[in-house]
């Protein structure tokens, strides 16, 4: 049976005390206390009739994981109640699944193998399963679940490789045991001849990492990953980790990804000997305890929050940590990744900081953009940006995938009431023709001789949350690009449309499909067309569309995808599809550089087709010692750009002030509708609520140029602010914007009053009084810059 952690082991959490100091802001307890209250907080009630409905409910993901953190619990702990529960739900499972087979099969089930073969373990080594009991059920479980076919760099990747991994190691005997190791063989030299993973999304790369890791340890891997070239990849997500402690987010993803990733530097300290991947989950646990939403605390039924805990968990079974090295102090940097096809030293993440001190000012702009779960609109945008240990802002939420969720400078043709978003382009509009398009580039290749092929083999229409009888018209399915448009389906007839469809009038005299949704669940309406083309002719799908509702309502909030299933699939790597209303982003990082001068820092972009084909922007930042940053983009707009409009955007999640051309925020977290604690200060390690978390967005005048703030409807409700004006072709213009955090005792009037900003000859000066100092930032278009003070 197993015993309680040892002192020594046990003090090894972290050094609970030494390492962490003053662990909760009202609790003084270890992590592992508090993470044990939070469990037993979110499975209560937990009874063996809740376990058998979710069984019977196909919650195959969370009961497996659930049975696996109550084992976790039990081996850090010595708790015998955890082990009682862990055996109950895997006995309850083995006996519904021994009964109907399609109880093992769930949404996103290839998460489940690994805990069913952890468990199975562990309940063996305890004594809690006898002889062959439950072998064959749980090497059926591993067999309905192998996917041999599924090779990729991607978490769901590794999951299933993990899983296979232990699933041998149980069964080496099992009928299908070699094929397990052949795929999970292949698994590992996939993406270890990159050494890097292509998914690009902060939470996501903490669960692959995690898995690869415990892959190597469990398969006599380890030294594979105490190399050079992995340390290097390391400790890039160790430069992304903002000062205060922070994960930003970037892709489709969750800020700031707390227990994931506290458990992976956990984990890489003690691969690399390297103290301060140790100080890296300190500063994550010290800083995002008293920050985390109610939701990991409240009492009640919550599978997935309950089994988040279990990562703390975890971290005291881990052998003691001897630091044989740390890294030095960083600074501003570009960072660089390798991509899936092997393409070394791409600019990853654009980094501006002078330390890793918390309370250092610290800016990351996403660079990359590609790869799995990427957003490749927001190329180039600021999407994380923090002071003081506040993050004054962390992108708006997980699905924006439009370039106007960004802080950056769109280009764009203007519509009527409301810039950037036209009050006439809202899609949630009834009776109204809209055009819509995904871009197609990102798609597999389909020719290994000429890189800008791309194929696909049918296209889905995805309609989600529309109303019982809404309508839905489509008409013109079309390719888009360089070439011109080329007609797909002119939808005259019925001709490769699936069910749910019928033939209509139009407006115009000719024919339409016509599409009436039962009720508001998901639906697929498939179109079997396909086309191969270059991306020199054509890049975008898309189609003309309408909908509207039998009450006759101005709006239907209806989620509509155009999807198009890529002619050559591949795991991860399936479709390309998007909501339709996005303003699209083309552009490419042509050059990138970040350096520092003491402890100001500057960073570079140079984005080509920036918005629009032929149109460039020049971003050049200075971040300040005192946390001002300062923007100056210079755009010059190409040949196509006639009638468009420029502006520069900021976001923020609440405003409160504003005078012409500033406007403020009192700080806070977002505004989720459904987080009781949403808005509320962020707070720092010690569960004080953070003075300076206000923010100022200072635009420079200019002739010709507006100024003005607009509320979005989508999940959070930003309000963007901006400058805009009308462009000409190929004639640049500058804008500049500051953007100064400032303390609650502070005014925003008193600090817009303080700034002064001119731009001449490409320089452009920035004048702060900020108390009793004043700070001139000079910034040219040649790539000079400098900071004084007096």
Request: aromatic share 12%; proline share 4%; net charge neutral.
């Amino acid at each position: 049976m197993i015993q309680k952690l040892s002192a020594s082991i046990f003090l090894c959490l972290w050094g609970i005390v030494s390492v962490y100091g003053n662990l909760h802001p009202v609790i003084d307890k270890d992590p592992l206390s508090i993470a044990v209250e939070a469990f037993d907080n979110q499975t209560h009630p937990y009874s063996k009739e809740r376990i058998q409905k979710e069984i019977q409910n196909r919650n195959v993901r969370w009961t497996t994981h659930l049975m696996t953190a109550a084992g976790t619990f039990y081996e850090a702990t010595g708790q015998k109640r955890f082990l009682d529960m862990s055996e109950e739900i895997f006995r309850c499972a083995v006996t519904a699944w021994e009964k109907d087979e399609q109880l093992m099969r769930g949404r996103d089930d290839f998460f489940s193998t690994r805990n069913v073969a952890a468990t199975y373990k562990l309940l063996k080594k305890e004594g809690r399963l006898k002889g062959n009991e439950a072998r064959r059920i749980v090497i059926r479980f591993a067999d309905l679940h192998f996917e041999p076919h599924f090779i990729t760099d991607h978490n769901q990747g590794q999951e299933r490789a993990l899983g296979f991994t232990r699933m041998y190691n149980l069964f080496p005997d099992a009928p299908n045991a070699n094929l397990w190791k052949a795929y999970t063989d292949t698994m590992w030299n996939f993406w270890y001849a990159n050494k890097d993973v292509d998914e690009t999304a902060t939470l996501y790369s903490a669960i692959h990492l995690n898995d690869i890791i415990t892959i190597a340890q469990e398969s006599g891997r380890t030294e594979l990953l105490q190399t050079p070239e992995i340390e290097q990849w390391f400790s890039r997500y160790l430069h992304q980790q903002a000062p205060s402690g922070y994960m930003p987010e970037y892709g489709d993803d969750f800020f700031f990804a707390y227990f994931e990733w506290i458990v992976v530097f956990e984990k890489m300290a003690r691969l690399t000997g390297n103290a301060s991947y140790q100080e890296a989950a300190r500063k994550l646990y010290k800083t995002g305890l008293p920050n985390l939403p109610e939701k990991y605390t409240k009492r009640g039924w919550f599978l997935r929050d309950a089994c988040e805990w279990a990562s703390i968990a975890e971290i005291a079974l881990l052998p003691p940590f001897i630091p044989k090295t740390s890294t030095p102090d960083w600074g501003a940097m570009v960072t660089t990744r390798t991509n899936r096809e092997g393409q070394s030293g791409i600019p990853d993440q654009l980094l501006l900081t002078a330390s890793h001190v918390p309370g250092t000012p610290f800016v990351m702009s996403d660079l990359y953009a590609e790869g799995s779960h990427k957003h490749p609109n927001l190329r180039g945008t600021i999407n994380y940006f923090e002071t003081d240990c506040c993050p004054h802002f962390h992108g708006v939420q997980r699905h924006a995938t439009d370039m106007r969720h960004g802080n950056t400078v769109i280009l764009m043709k203007e519509e009527s009431n409301g810039f950037p978003f036209g009050e006439g382009s809202n899609r949630w509009l009834t009776n109204r023709w809209f055009t819509d398009w995904i871009d197609f580039s990102s798609s597999t290749h389909i020719s290994e001789s000429d890189p800008q092929m791309r194929g696909f083999q049918s296209i889905t229409f995805r309609f989600q949350n529309g109303q019982p009888g809404e309508v839905i018209c489509i008409d013109k399915v079309r390719l888009r690009g360089k070439a011109g448009e080329k007609i797909l389906h002119d939808c005259n007839t019925l001709d490769a449309w699936g069910n749910g469809v019928e033939l209509a009038d139009n407006e115009k005299g000719g024919k339409m499909i016509r599409i009436t949704l039962k009720d508001n669940s998901i639906h697929f309406i498939n179109l079997k067309v396909a086309a191969d083309f270059s991306l020199n002719d054509y890049r975008y799908i898309g189609c003309d569309w309408k909908h509207y509702t039998t009450d006759d309502r101005i709006k239907s909030p209806m989620s509509f995808k155009i999807r198009a299933y890529n002619k050559i699939r591949k795991p991860v790597e399936d479709y390309v599809h998007e909501e339709v209303g996005v303003l699209f982003n083309p552009n490419i990082v042509r050059t990138a550089k970040a350096v520092n001068k003491g402890k100001d820092s500057y960073g570079e972009v140079i984005l080509d087709n920036h918005c629009v084909d032929g149109s460039t922007l020049q971003r050049r930042m200075v971040l300040t010692a005192e946390g001002i940053l300062i923007l100056q983009d210079h755009l010059i707009p190409g040949e196509d750009t006639e009638g468009y409009t420029a502006g520069s955007i900021w976001q923020l999640y609440q405003m409160d002030e504003r005078g012409e051309n500033w406007f403020s925020t009192h700080g806070g977290k977002k505004i989720y509708r459904d987080t009781p604690n949403a808005g509320q200060p962020w707070k720092d390690a010690s569960g004080n609520e953070i003075e300076k978390r206000q923010l100022l967005v200072y635009f420079e005048k200019q002739p010709d140029r507006s100024y003005g703030f607009q509320k979005q409807e989508y999940t959070i409700q930003p309000t963007t602010v901006f400058s805009k004006q009308c462009v000409t072709p190929f004639e640049p213009l500058t804008f500049v914007t500051v953007i100064v955090p400032y303390s609650i005792k502070e005014k925003a009037a008193d600090i817009a009053q303080s700034l002064s900003t001119r731009t001449q000859d490409g320089c452009s000066t920035v004048q702060i009084k900020n108390n009793k100092e004043e700070i001139t930032v000079q910034i040219n278009m040649k790539g000079s810059w400098n900071v004084s003070r007096k």
